[in-house]
């Protein structure tokens, strides 16, 4: 029996516009209780390192417009769509990996809690291309971000990625 994994997920993106970031620099140094500028520079950072920490663990756009490219080598049975959620009225392209379209029969794109599940068996690769838009988060959410930045600058061992983990374990984004 030959085990089917799928392999080589490599995701590309870019920023269609410039990006505001969802928590600001007051609202991070008013729960700091920081009255001045010195560190304005490193709490930027770590604004930005922080969400996008949160975007590739929980696979959603927390920020502008993007356009999406993800491809694998080889794929089987089904993966959820990273940097989500579709933008309204866009559609995905899927191609193999040499650009050539393939046929909506051969695979299958749909909703499970809040995720797009793509769905297919693709022994040669697989290339998808869409268009996500900017999600809304809510305050809970916007919250544990600043609490993020907040335990990264106070305490520099601790990753962007760490303190994503710890706080967003079972929150979920949107």
Known sequence: MIERITLGR???FSDEN???EPITINEVKAYMNISFNAHDAKLESLITSVRE????AKGVTLITE???N???QQFYDFENLPFWPLKTGETITVTD???VVIDETEYK???VGGFKIFTGDFPNGVKLSYKAAKGTISESVKNNM???VAMCFEKSEISPYQAVSELFKFQSIY
């Open 146 to 148: 600043i609490k993020a």
């Open 97 to 99: 990996l040499d650009g």
């Open 109 to 111: 794109a749909s909703g």
């Open 18 to 20: 410039t990006s505001i």
């Open 66 to 68: 993007r356009t999406i």
């Open 53 to 56: 920490a949160l975007e590739i």
């Open 70 to 72: 993800v491809a694998w």
């Open 10 to 12: 490599t995701i590309v």
